[in-house]
């Protein structure tokens, strides 16, 4: 498997824009996340998704951002309209629940709003 | 609120040490605790897992422990590496759910 799969890596948008986060889980996990990553603030939990549903966006900062799980294999976090203070990598993780492992990272998208 | 404390301070250590890291978190109970490493730009990779009813994990030379009476878990590189320099995170669950709740982070760096 090529692992969680996060696209793109790198994203620079102007303030007021829509930007759509994307990510392709390990196939067969049933659990879905999306984290913020910043100096500050360290790892923030925006929101998981169970079998597709959504479970938890307790974390989601404001209405501006929205997640999305059509099916098992794909994912989207959208911020619209951005703000500088967006800007973070963010971090989709996956897993199988009742397994002794953890969650598998993807490698990030680095978000900068200018 | 829930809160987890790493090590702020990077920690310097010599190669062939034992590295050990501390992890405190208040005002929650988890049913378990992961430990994370993750390099610069990279995402965080699982490294261990350990239940509240287990005392003590390992895994080559990586061992954590989890004290639920003291609400901390230490985790410990043996024979420690220069490769081994990276972040590491601690990661408590929230409760007997599937929601981890990360901590800012141990910065470990180890000197050949």
């Known amino acids: 498997d090529a692992g969680v799969i996060q696209s793109p890596r790198h994203e620079v948008t102007e303030m007021g824009q829509e930007v759509t986060l994307r990510c392709k889980p390990i196939?067969?996990?049933?659990?879905l996340f999306w984290y913020r990553q910043t100096m500050m603030r360290g790892l923030e939990l925006l929101i998981y998704f169970n079998n597709n549903v959504p479970i938890d966006d307790s974390g989601m900062p404001e209405d501006r951002f929205s997640a999305k799980m059509p099916n098992a294999s794909f994912s989207t976090l959208k911020i619209q309209p951005s703000e500088p203070r967006d800007s973070a990598v963010y971090f989709c993780?996956?897993?199988?629940?009742?397994?002794?492992?953890?969650?598998?990272f993807g490698s990030g998208t680095r978000l900068t709003v200018v | 609120s829930q809160k987890i404390e790493q090590n702020s301070e990077a920690l310097n250590i010599q190669e062939g040490k034992t590295a050990t890291l501390t992890c405190n978190y208040t005002?929650?109970?988890?049913?378990?605790l992961q430990w994370y490493r993750q390099d610069p730009g990279r995402g965080p990779v699982f490294l261990l897992l350990i239940r509240e009813n287990e005392k003590e994990k390992r895994k080559e030379r990586l061992k954590v422990t989890f004290d639920t009476t003291l609400k901390q878990s230490l985790f410990h590189i043996t024979a420690s590496q220069p490769a081994d320099s990276a972040t590491y995170l601690c990661?408590?669950?929230?409760?007997?759910?599937?929601?981890?709740?990360f901590g800012t982070g141990t910065l470990l760096a180890v000197q050949p």
């Open positions: 005002n929650y109970s988890p049913a378990y």
């Open positions: 196939s067969g996990h049933d659990y």
């Open positions: 993780a996956s897993t199988l629940w009742g397994r002794n492992y953890g969650y598998t």
């Open positions: 990661a408590p669950s929230l409760g007997a759910t599937n929601k981890l709740i």
